[in-house]
């Protein structure tokens, strides 16, 4: 069965430099979530989007924007990167439409590392 | 505010006898509970969940979790630990009635099988 793709898979960036996350659902998936997980911490809600439209929003950064796109598959912009940012960004998509509390289905996960 | 509470940083448990991750909640509406698990350097792997219906519910790989919802407990559980189980694993709560589809992690326990 197909799964959340995300891309890249790894990923090092300097201080002050910007970096794009992407992440295509599982297909006939409308709804797309984004999670931060540290080092030895649990994943932590950032944003989420709903047949294209953002429907919620956790502890997204200022410096942190998303979208998704027509195709659904969204992406993650991340500007100004600091230390502090080094996790593993992890993607979830669910289909609102099949009954409103489907488990989300998680990618593998981009882990940023911030030098 | 919703949280979600797992008292054990760590369970170790011996091949063969029976495991118990515990997790507690608390949400203002009526809780959608999962169960995640996450394996060195992947994503999460959804295991079970509880929406209504029966308290005892059975997930993948011959886990179930029990909701209780006077002690507004979710715990883990599985009659014989194999090596294979050790693992993070993580419970995570949606607020069923508050209109937001994100979910809300515990810290994770990490479990240790031991042969």
């Known amino acids: 069965a197909a799964g959340v793709i995300q891309s890249p898979r790894h990923l090092i960036k300097e201080k002050r430099e910007t970096a794009t996350l992407k992440c295509y659902p599982i297909?006939?998936?409308?709804?797309v979530y984004w999670y931060q997980q540290g080092p030895g911490q649990d994943p932590q809600f950032l944003i989420s989007f709903y047949e294209k439209m953002q429907s919620d929003k956790g502890s997204i950064p200022d410096r942190f924007s998303a979208q998704q796109f027509s195709d659904y598959h969204s992406e993650l912009n991340m500007s100004s990167l600091e230390l502090g940012d080094s996790a593993l960004y992890f993607c979830?998509?669910?289909?609102?439409?099949?009954?409103?509390?489907?488990?989300?289905?998680f990618g593998p996960g981009t882990r940023l590392t911030v030098l | 505010a919703q949280s979600v509470a797992q008292p054990e940083d760590q369970v170790n448990v011996a091949e063969g006898n029976p495991l118990t991750v515990k997790c507690t909640y608390s949400v203002s509406g009526n809780p959608y509970l999962f169960w995640y698990v996450q394996y060195p350097n992947r994503g999460l792997q959804f295991l079970l969940k509880y929406i209504t219906g029966d308290n005892l519910v059975k997930g993948s790989y011959g886990f179930e979790a029990e909701f209780n919802k006077s002690q507004t407990s979710f715990h883990l559980k599985k009659p014989s630990a194999l090596v294979s189980d050790s693992a993070l694993y993580f419970c995570?709560?949606?607020?069923?009635?508050?209109?937001?589809?994100?979910?809300?992690f515990g810290t994770g326990t990490r479990l240790k099988v031991l042969a």
């Open positions: 979830a998509s669910s289909s609102r439409d099949r009954g409103t509390y489907n488990e989300q289905f």
């Open positions: 297909p006939r998936h409308d709804t």
């Open positions: 995570a709560v949606r607020d069923a009635t508050s209109g937001t589809y994100k979910y809300i």
